[in-house]
């Protein structure tokens, strides 16, 4: 089977960091992303993870644990605009992608 | 490079009727998808297709959901009778190597 799990909601204040957790369990594994998609529009790609470790692009962080099927997303120096749902994905053998239901983040001033 | 293309972006029906959806990848890119997105959830997979051919279906409602992409390139999403569930978004996307470019999406209205 393959699930997925994400936090529903978040909030967090302008200027801080918030971390988003990301479990999978799935019948393949190819990768790790992660996508922003604010209200109505499509998702936009973020960050890609394949091996253990932490990938930084930014203000925003990806970090992946293979073994413990655990990801995370670190977003610094909130920003008003970072308000948005964030889809972690699992890649399936490069074949499709499965999505979480997304953690919807409130960043308030 | 033009991005992926979908039609309409809104559209309102009522229950039991038949609507489409189109969709033009990103030109070279193969693989193309078609997904649900239900308000508040993950984007789901209805259909993927590596150049004209299906490569996963599993999920489509086959019984009211169909798609085709006959050369290769655009493709088209159908429901026929459509049911109140199927209000959502349907986001087309494609692919070359790693990662998927999304198309802005159709917003269905299932009334």
């Known amino acids: 089977g393959q699930n997925i799990d994400q936090p529903t909601e978040m909030t967090a204040t302008e200027g801080a960091i918030v971390q988003i957790n990301c479990t999978y369990q799935?019948?393949?594994?190819?990768?790790l992303f992660w996508y922003q998609q604010h209200a109505g529009e499509a998702p936009t790609f973020l960050s890609y993870?394949?091996?253990?470790g932490l990938e930084e692009k930014g203000r925003f962080s990806s970090f992946l644990s293979r073994s413990k099927g655990y990801s995370y997303l670190l977003l610094k120096e909130l920003q008003m605009k970072d308000s948005a749902s964030y889809l972690c994905?699992?890649?399936?053998?490069?074949?499709?992608?499965?999505f979480g239901p997304g953690t919807r983040l409130s960043v308030l001033p | 490079e033009a991005g992926v293309a979908q039609s309409p972006r809104y559209k309102i029906i009522e229950k039991r009727q038949s609507v489409a959806f189109w969709c033009n990848p990103i030109s070279g890119h193969a693989t193309l998808y078609w997904y649900q997105q239900i308000l508040g959830q993950g984007p789901k997979l209805l259909i993927q297709f590596q150049n004209n051919g299906v490569v996963d279906d599993s999920q489509l409602p086959k019984d009211r959901f169909s798609a085709e992409r006959l050369k290769g390139v655009d493709s088209t999403l159908k429901i026929q009778p459509a049911k109140l569930e199927d209000s959502a978004v349907y986001l087309c996307a494609s692919r070359i190597e790693r990662e998927q470019y999304f198309g802005p999406g159709t917003r269905l209205t299932v009334t």
């Open positions: 994905a699992v890649d399936n053998y490069g074949q499709n992608f499965v």
């Open positions: 799935t019948s393949g594994f190819n990768g």
């Open positions: 993870n394949v091996l253990d």
